[in-house]
């Protein structure tokens, strides 16, 4: 009697031992799944913007690199979706059209107010420096003739 209920012990921990195991796995699975969650298919980290109704997802660009690629070489960008780079100092964030394939509105942010907006930038002048009169810390990139579309304009406040 004493082997039969060891063995119901055993048998008891192992099963016991599996379900914790089960549960394990399936945390770290879906921890990835949630920060796959916030990167687009490019790798780039998504943060939520809004600019009063409009809501976009927007691919941070951080990092010297990210910032210099920017949106270069891309087909386009989807209706909500944009580029937000940030910078660790404020300044006067010049940009430019290198290597791009479609019009954008580029937009200047300093702290969470709209402080300049350059629209309908041509894709095609590719060399021109845009730059902005107003110092920024954060600049969003989206397509051409949103900004007009969407009423977003100077002053306007951005929710991070």
């Given at each position: 009697?004493?082997?039969?209920?060891?063995?119901?012990?055993?048998?008891?921990?192992?099963?016991?031992?599996?379900?914790?195991?089960?549960?394990?796995?399936?945390?770290?699975?879906?921890?990835?799944?949630?920060?796959?969650?916030?990167?687009?298919?490019?790798g780039n980290e998504i943060k939520k913007i809004r600019i009063g109704e409009n809501i976009f997802q927007a691919e941070i660009a951080a990092t010297p690199a990210k910032r210099n690629q920017g949106l270069s070489g891309r087909e386009n960008l989807c209706e909500n979706c944009a580029r937000l780079f940030l910078f660790s100092e404020?300044?006067?964030?010049?940009?430019?059209?290198?290597?791009?394939?479609?019009d954008l509105d580029i937009i200047w942010i300093d702290s969470d107010n709209v402080v300049y907006i350059a629209k309908n930038v041509s894709h095609e002048k590719e060399r021109d420096l845009i730059k902005p009169d107003r110092e920024a810390d954060k600049v969003l990139e989206i397509n051409a003739g949103l900004a007009d579309k969407l009423g977003i304009k100077i002053g306007d406040k951005i929710e991070f």
């Open positions: 009697m004493n082997n039969m209920s060891d063995k119901k012990y055993f048998h008891r921990l192992v099963i016991t031992g599996l379900i914790l195991i089960f549960l394990a796995v399936t945390f770290f699975l879906f921890q990835g799944f949630l920060r796959k969650e916030n990167k687009n298919f490019w404020k300044g006067r964030q010049a940009f430019w059209m290198k290597e791009m394939k479609f």
